[in-house]
């Protein structure tokens, strides 16, 4: 949920960002790559179908 | 300010690969959200935004084939004068990806400098030690105008205020307000 706590956790992960220079990258590493994982994963799972490479002509499409 | 190597995420490699060769051919600069993301924001993206300079469309050519032997391909066309004349040169932006089967992300969103906006942002691009990366980018300054000028959306919006505060002491707000009001004049009178 988009509320006042989620501004604030965006509030407190960029101070510390900014006072960890060192730090940050490793802690924000795994959320950044799996996100590219999963969405590599879930398009190449549905470039095995023919209606999966349908899809993926629509979504390329957009 | 060392990092370690193995900290680079996945867009890090693919942003420092693909500007490497960029590099050798026009002026870039990555703008938008990868600014934040880069300096630490928390949040995924798929596509990774780049503005050239205005380029020939023979040096065009020359690019995209050292491009497509360093293992990148265009999403539009394999046809670089088609990318160029179709896409480049009409205002839209073209995407490159890694060649695989497929085109999977992240993908590198390429558009030509448009306006006096984007040629200043290339003029007055940097490299960011806070970053890690060997790589430029549009200002700060910039990035947040055109982050809660133009685009508004609440993730942009997010992006502006995380920038803010990692450089809260550092900002030039008298450049930020001047880089508003060329957007009010060259971007939203437009529309």
Redo the contacts between chains.
């Keep these: 949920m988009?509320d006042k706590t989620h501004?604030e956790q965006?509030?407190r992960?960029?101070?510390?960002?900014?006072e960890n220079?060192?730090e940050?990258?490793?802690r924000?590493?795994p959320?950044?790559?799996s996100?590219?994982?999963i969405?590599?994963r879930f398009?190449?799972n549905l470039?095995k179908t023919e209606e999966g490479r349908e899809i993926?002509k629509r979504l390329?499409q957009k | 300010m060392e990092r370690a190597v193995d900290d680079k995420t996945i867009l890090d490699k693919f942003v420092e690969d693909f500007v490497k060769i960029v590099e050798r051919h026009v002026r870039y600069i990555i703008c938008s959200g990868f600014v934040s993301i880069a300096h630490g924001r928390s949040r995924g993206t798929e596509d990774i935004d780049m503005i050239i300079e205005d380029i020939s469309l023979g040096n065009f050519i020359l690019l995209h084939e050292d491009l497509v032997r360093e293992g990148f391909v265009c999403v539009q066309s394999e046809n670089p004068k088609l990318i160029y004349g179709d896409y480049l040169k009409s205002g839209a932006s073209v995407r490159y990806v890694i060649d695989e089967e497929g085109f999977f992300p992240p993908e590198m969103e390429i558009k030509i400098a448009k306006d006096e906006l984007d040629r200043e942002q290339i003029d007055s691009r940097k490299k960011f030690e806070m970053t890690g990366l060997d790589v430029y980018f549009s200002s700060i300054e910039g990035n947040i105008a055109f982050k809660e000028e133009l685009l508004k959306s609440k993730k942009d919006l997010e992006d502006a205020k995380h920038l803010r505060l990692i450089y809260q002491d550092k900002l030039k707000e008298n450049e930020i307000d001047r880089i508003k009001e060329k957007i009010r004049r060259l971007r939203l009178n437009e529309r």
């Design positions: 988009r501004a965006v509030e992960w960029a101070i510390f960002c900014r220079p060192l940050f990258k490793k924000v590493k959320l950044i790559d996100q590219i994982i969405a590599r398009f190449k470039s993926l390329k």
